[in-house]
């Protein structure tokens, strides 16, 4: 499969998804928080608003949204708008700095902010889904090949876990345990694996009827080979569909559990954590809200326009052949 070839909605979902990793990977370390500011000066500023840190050699701190520069000295603004001219000799370091998104109540960039909450977001969603495709993918394979007893056994493990709530069990699941990232990747996963396992239940069950399975069987192909050749080929196509919109549920659970604060602890920044902070100074700064919800719908489109996109690009497949069959090699 080619660049050129796949569908316009993948080729978009992805670009997105690779510019949102790259920006909260590399964001982080490049926004760096000005030395000695006061985090109650910088408080709810909104989007665009700059300020200049003037670090004096005595250990003075002066902050200030405006500050202009002379032949041989600073103006900057002190409290109550007042003019203090500063001498360049006495000036230890001069910072500008600029947020871009505001900043939250705690006087911290929002942009930075994002991108840590976006890094954590999606590590704690990731490490869950791929909890959930080798729980999900384990029972569903033990389902289609140990048998009838062991497929009705399991499938009603699954049914019974789908007939509670996902979000009761997420709450209760998390109550339970210590919160932290380790604990909620723990419960988002084990609470994510149902579907998958009965999409790879129901994708082996029919591809066990199809002629080259059933050929490769005839001629004496080991169990392993006929894995191999078959049924991982055309499982990785559904598979990826259903993890590209499940990574998205992940995430918003994820944010959802943050919100409720059930999630990781309010020190520790993600998009949930960060829409509810925004929640309690909304009328102030509506901005501190809106961001990160921007980030969670835009995550979750392009996840969308990917699970779109791998569809279309199976439908389109499907008329040029399937996984053409390998000769199966006797034992």
């Known amino acids: ?182 604990a909620l990747i723990l419960v988002l996963g084990l609470s994510s694996w149902m579907g998958l396992a009965r999409l790879v239940r129901g994708q082996v069950l029919s591809l066990r009827q199809r002629e080259f399975v059933q050929a490769a069987r005839v001629a004496g192909s080991p169990w392993w080979r006929i894995w191999e050749l078959h049924y991982a080929p055309n499982l990785v196509g559904p598979v990826a569909q259903d993890a590209a919109l499940r990574l998205g549920d992940l995430v918003l659970a994820e944010a959802t559990l943050s919100y409720l604060g059930l999630g990781i602890p309010p020190s520790t920044p993600t998009w949930g954590s960060l829409v509810a902070e925004g929640h309690k100074v909304l009328l102030q700064g509506w901005w501190l809200s809106t961001f990160p919800g921007l980030a969670i719908a835009s995550l979750v489109i392009a996840l969308a326009l990917i699970g779109d996109g791998l569809q279309d690009l199976a439908r389109n497949t499907s008329g040029e052949g399937e996984t053409a069959p390998v000769p199966a090699e006797p034992v």
């Not at 608003?49 to 701190?61: K, W």
């Not at 998104?101 to 929002?110: I, K, Q």
Request: proline share 9%; hydrophobic share 55%.
């Open 1 to 182: 499969m080619s660049v050129r070839t796949a569908p316009p909605r993948l080729r978009t979902g992805a670009a997105v998804i690779v510019l949102m990793i790259i920006a909260c990977i590399a964001g982080p370390w490049l926004i760096r928080p000005l030395p000695g500011m006061d985090p109650a000066r910088a408080a709810l500023l909104p989007p665009g608003s700059r300020v200049t840190v003037v670090l004096l050699t005595d250990g003075a701190v002066y902050i200030s949204p405006r500050v202009a520069r002379d032949a041989g000295h600073i103006v900057v603004r002190g409290p109550g708008e007042r003019r203090i001219d500063i001498p360049r000799g006495r000036i230890a370091k001069l910072a500008t700095h600029r947020y871009w998104l505001g900043s939250d109540r705690f006087g911290r960039d929002l942009l930075r902010e994002s991108l840590t909450g976006g890094r954590i977001s999606l590590a704690v969603a990731s490490l869950a889904l791929l909890i959930a495709l080798i729980v999900g993918g384990s029972i569903g394979l033990a389902a289609a090949t140990f048998g009838p007893l062991a497929d009705s056994l399991l499938m009603r493990l699954v049914d019974a876990f789908l007939a509670f709530p996902i979000l009761f069990l997420l709450i209760l699941a998390v109550a339970l345990f210590r919160p932290g990232p380790p």
